[in-house]
């Protein structure tokens, strides 16, 4: 769920209004502005303008669900970000301006932001605000668009239906003006029984192209949580059985039976190499898709199939460290991979992902359990050598637009 490349430059554009996949995203032209300088409150050293909230969001969520307590101006930098409705943007440079007719508002930020919130307790009002205005931004398909206003993809909807989850709402009654449910939503995104390949059918897609559904990982890993009801916060399951293909024929639509279908899906695509993977724009071969790989190990732990996960989670402790190297979402999120199976955070594949979470951001109010040097290499610097160090490798550019969205919310560098 971790890295936005260029989420509000991608939305502004007409490539999501038509729901058109690119096959890049270019970087910023020389010409750009200069990057914001970063808040101290904020995790992340990289420019927040794409991701702020997101990485936040889930930096947070991680601590938290750890037992580690975060920095009072870590929590409020995220409270400050709401703009009067409700919503939450990317990332507001100057948070005391009032959101206008300019704001780009960003639906996925702005569900982090509600579970983030909903964890840490005490921010009721912030939280309904944010549910409210999600609720009143829902497409009459009954899906979520990454902006409003623009087609609804399988991402933003799955994200969207795990935060209202998180805040205690009931997605099927959760309804449009047109009387859509957000799960009809969801389903309309998932490869049936006539999905050409056989191997597509139970995945989900993110918005169709030339008329027909890609199968997306990010989309697929995201809509297992949405169909289970469950935010990124999985608790380890107490049973462990095989994840199986979809059911075909097909009963009636059944979110939780479309959740078990799409986790069938994961566990045969991680079979192959352990990993899923994915075809860079300009690359004519496959390479690691680490993000997702990451995102389909939770899923599969939520949905009750720890082993099939196991293979993938012994190949993120081995092969993650450059991908999560100095980005506060992608160690966010192997911190909630590791608590979904079971795993310890701070001996992950010999790394301490803990410390090297909290050392992206401001102190910690409390050190983690255990641990009594915690704080101080949190504070200082030098730490053990199981801290990921900063690194300056970039993240690959975008996988088309589905996975594009899936760094852009929770992965590679930021």
């Not at 095989?242 to 059911?247: R, Y």
């Not at 024929?249 to 045969?268: N, S």
Request: hydrophobic letters at 45%.
């Amino acid at each position: 769920m971790n890295v936005r490349r260029s989420a509000a430059a991608l939305a502004a554009s007409a490539v999501l209004c038509v729901g058109a996949a690119p096959a890049a995203l270019a970087a910023p032209s020389p010409s750009a502005s200069p990057a914001p300088v970063v808040p101290s409150g904020l995790f992340g050293k990289k420019d927040p303008t794409y991701d702020g909230v997101w990485r936040q969001s889930f930096a947070l969520l991680a601590q938290h669900t750890v037992g580690v307590k975060p920095a009072p101006q870590a929590v409020d930098w995220l409270v400050g970000q709401q703009c009067a409705n409700g919503g939450f943007a990317s990332f507001r440079a100057d948070a005391g301006a009032a959101c206008d007719a300019t704001t780009v508002f960003d639906t996925n930020a702005t569900s982090v932001a509600v579970q983030a919130l909903k964890a840490l307790g005490g921010h009721d009002a912030v939280v309904k605000k944010a549910v409210d205005w999600l609720k009143s931004v829902q497409n009459e398909d009954g899906g979520w668009a990454f902006v409003p206003g623009t087609p609804s993809e399988g991402n933003s909807t799955s994200v969207v239906i795990g935060a209202l989850a998180v805040a205690g709402e009931k997605p099927a009654e959760v309804r449009s003006k047109a009387g859509k449910s957000a799960y009809d939503g969801l389903l309309a995104f998932q490869l049936g029984c006539a999905a050409e390949p056989a191997a597509d059918r139970g995945a989900f897609g993110y918005q169709p192209a030339d008329g027909k559904l890609p199968a997306n990982a990010d989309a697929t890993a995201a809509a297992v949580l949405a169909g289970l009801g469950k935010g990124a916060v999985v608790d380890p399951a107490g049973t462990d059985t095989p994840a199986t293909p979809l059911t075909c024929p097909a009963g009636a639509a059944d979110p939780v039976a479309a959740a078990q279908g799409a986790a069938g899906h994961l566990a045969e695509a991680l079979k192959k190499d352990g990993h899923l993977t994915a075809v860079t724009p300009g690359a004519d071969q496959p390479t690691a898709d680490t993000g997702n790989t990451a995102d389909a190990v939770i899923a599969l732990a939520a949905a009750g199939h720890k082993q099939s996960a196991a293979g993938a989670l012994e190949w993120l402790k081995t092969n993650s460290a450059d991908w999560a190297k100095d980005s506060p979402a992608a160690l966010g999120t192997l911190v909630l991979a590791a608590h979904a199976t079971g795993s310890d955070p701070r001996s992950f594949g010999g790394t301490d992902l803990v410390s090297a979470l909290n050392a992206t951001g401001p102190a910690p109010q409390t050190a983690q359990a255990g641990n009594k040097d915690e704080k101080k290499k949190d504070e200082g610097g030098s730490g053990s050598q199981n801290v990921w160090w900063i690194v300056g490798a970039g993240a690959a550019a975008g996988m088309g637009i589905g996975v594009l969205l899936s760094g852009r919310r929770k992965k590679n560098q930021l």
